[in-house]
């Protein structure tokens, strides 16, 4: 892993991004519903975990020891059957609180009968990524949305300018059978944050008769952690969906920050634009609000300073 030993030391939380295609019983589901959250009050772990009968999603955030033992019971659970795990570090909790839930799909693409548990695109290891970047015979596809990929992205990879992963269907049935008669390439390789994206879309290009189908292993996560930064060809911050919001080429929190009226990430030029007002509007949302939702904003946000000036003068006494 590229993160050295002063960097743990410095960002002592550790995150684990994960997700596993294996097909689980509902008897299973509700067993790790009960025991997932136990875990995790038990062990102070914030994050994510979805269940559904295709397998399990999810990002935890906690101390190392915390985060490893989770692991270890969910792999128990699933039998053993290997999942990815992306591992991050970072000084403050990725997450304010734990949930864990049932879902129809653990990645939600709304097509049914795509199951990557029986068809999927072949794998591209981080190392042999840049090759297939380079690689003018192969289209490169960034299957995530659109403002993900307004923050970082690989030179020369396709954006389907989804705002959500559902729309990704509709892209490829009125898009992308043009691109491909157009471009004419020998593969396609498509890659999105952690793999999980990526790896469904893979089931849904071969479903509809797409040849030379492959994809990022581990995703964009796996590429940072894996290939050295001066051999890397990403450009930019990876967006993750956690209090983090991006991550740098070294997998720690990069600059921007969410706008809490509207959602989207803010660059430090953003953040210093006169349309910016802490947790009230941004440039992209200051015409999609009213005057009163930016009331009902501005005395939230005060409620959001005070809760963290209170975190603050409790760390200051416990040291």
């Known amino acids: ?22 097909a689980i019983s509902d008897e299973m589901i509700f067993f790790l519903l009960d025991e997932l959250s136990l875990q995790a009050d038990r062990n102070n772990l914030g ?8 397998g399990v999603n999810g990002t935890i955030c906690g101390s190392s020891e915390a985060v490893l033992f989770f692991l270890e ?20 909790p990725a997450f304010r609180h734990f ?21 999927v695109g072949l794998y591209v290891e981080p190392s042999d990524w840049n090759d297939y970047l380079n690689d003018p015979e192969t289209l490169v596809i960034d299957t995530r949305n659109k403002y993900e990929v307004g923050i970082g992205s690989f030179d020369g990879a396709l954006n389907p300018k989804t705002d959500s992963f559902r729309q990704f269907p509709k892209w490829v049935d009125n898009d992308l059978g043009d691109l491909v008669k157009e471009k004419d390439p020998k593969r396609i390789a498509m890659f999105c944050t952690g793999g999980i994206r990526c790896e469904k879309a893979t089931s849904y290009l071969m479903s509809k008769g797409f040849k030379g189908i492959h994809h990022l292993r581990g995703g964009i996560l796996r590429y940072l952690q894996e290939v050295p930064e001066e051999e890397s060809l990403w450009n930019g911050e990876c967006f993750v969906f956690d209090q983090r ?26 953040r210093n634009s006169l349309h910016y007002i802490r947790g009230v509007q941004c440039h992209y949302c200051e015409d999609l609000f009213s005057d009163l939702d930016r009331i009902r904003f ?9 809760r963290e000036q209170s975190h603050q003068n409790l760390s200051r006494k416990s040291t």
């Open 1 to 22: 892993m590229k993160i050295d030993h002063m960097q743990a030391i410095d960002n002592p939380l550790k995150v684990a991004a994960f997700y596993c295609f294996t």
């Open 47 to 54: 994050g994510t975990v979805l269940l559904a009968s295709e």
């Open 73 to 92: 019971i969910l792999s128990e659970a699933l039998q053993k059957h290997p999942f990815d795990v992306k591992f991050s570090w970072t000084d403050k």
């Open 99 to 119: 949930k864990v839930r049932k879902k129809a799909e653990i990645v939600t693409m709304g097509v049914e009968g795509i199951n990557p548990n029986q068809t």
């Open 245 to 270: 919001v991006a991550l740098n080429q070294h997998l720690l929190p990069g600059e921007h920050q969410l706008c809490y009226a509207c959602g989207m990430p803010l660059d430090l030029e953003s």
């Open 298 to 306: 501005a005395e939230r946000q005060k409620q959001f300073d005070k």
